[in-house]
């Protein structure tokens, strides 16, 4: 009995940790053009990275993530339970828990 929960501990570990890795963050069309807009908008500063931008990517924990506004998730609510980050003329949005990189708007 032991060895059957023990296996059953595995495979809900596993597939919790599979269902993790496949965050994925959709961008419906036009609303890239928003999201642009309301960085504009608002004077969102820019950071510098040293580090490519690549959809996966880890972001190192001294640059400084933002919880995306109301403001933007009212007109974007694909958005909503992210962060971001602009770096030069793209907006960068991220999952809090991992600081994986799920979107890249330009």
Do not use: C
């Amino acid at each position: 009995m032991k060895k059957a929960s023990f296996w059953l501990a595995i495979s809900v570990v596993l597939a919790a940790s599979a269902q993790a890795q496949e965050t994925r963050l959709t961008i419906v069309p036009g609303h890239d053009k928003v999201i642009q807009q309301y960085v504009i908008t608002e004077h969102v500063q820019p950071v510098t990275l040293q580090i490519p931008l690549a959809i996966g990517a880890t972001i190192p924990d001294g640059i400084r993530l933002a919880p995306v506004p109301l403001a933007m998730v009212a007109k974007v609510p694909e958005v909503r339970n992210y962060e971001y980050f602009v770096a030069g003329n793209k907006v960068v949005f991220v999952e809090p828990y991992t600081r994986k990189i799920l979107q890249i708007v330009q």
